[in-house]
């Protein structure tokens, strides 16, 4: 099992800045993808981006060329680098893990809100 621990959320102004981390923990060599979610108030949870063991990342194209997801160095930890936040950005960012078997691991979640 991976157990997940997001943190970074926050209140900001329109077009600042949050970088959110999620760190991984118990069968973390397992993990082959993982990716940021959020759910907006009233809204279902949608995928903001994903990244893969090789590296490959994708984006939802609401976020593109403003988010940025990485893993850190021990590749236990990945981040979500936002630039130019939006009020439309305003969410529960959750970080999700996905394992060679197909079995997924969710964060608590961390807020984000953006204000005009």
């Known amino acids: 099992q991976v157990q997940l621990v997001e943190s970074g959320g926050g209140l900001v102004q329109a077009g600042g800045s949050l970088r959110l981390s999620c760190a991984a923990s118990?069968?973390?060599?397992?993990?082959?993808?993982m990716r940021w979610y959020r759910q907006p108030p009233g809204k279902q949870r949608e995928l903001v981006a994903s990244?893969?063991?090789?590296?490959?990342?994708i984006y939802a194209n609401s976020v593109k060329g403003r988010f940025t997801i990485s893993r850190g160095n021990a590749k236990d930890t990945v981040y979500l680098q936002m630039n130019s936040l939006k009020p439309e950005d305003t969410a529960v960012y959750y970080c999700n893990a996905q394992t060679l078997r197909f079995e997924t691991s969710w964060g608590q979640g961390t807020q984000v809100t953006v204000s005009s």
């Open positions: 990244i893969f063991t090789g590296g490959a990342t």
């Open positions: 118990g069968s973390t060599d397992s993990i082959n993808a």
